[in-house]
């Protein structure tokens, strides 16, 4: 498989949008797993998740009325 971004051999994909990543290119990202409904809510997280850097992962949740 080869980096997205510049053709080298990758060496993992983006967590976030799957894109393949050289070594030069990968980031570290936090990733939320899981959520508690507390107060304040509570989450999960994986820090140092492999990210592109290319892709833009929504900070706030996203209404998807369409898949009801």
């Known amino acids: 498989m ?3 971004q ?3 051999t990758a ?3 983006c967590r976030f949008c799957g894109r393949a990543v ?3 290119h990968q980031q570290p990202l936090p990733y939320i797993i899981g959520l508690f409904a507390a107060d304040p809510t509570k989450a999960i997280v994986v820090g ?3 990210w592109c ?3 833009r992962p929504q900070p706030e949740p996203i ?3 369409e898949l009801r």
């Open 2 to 4: 080869l980096c997205a």
């Open 6 to 8: 510049c053709d080298e």
């Open 11 to 13: 060496r993992g994909c």
């Open 22 to 24: 050289c070594s030069s």
């Open 48 to 50: 140092g998740a492999l």
């Open 53 to 55: 850097g290319a892709c």
């Open 63 to 65: 209404a998807m009325p």
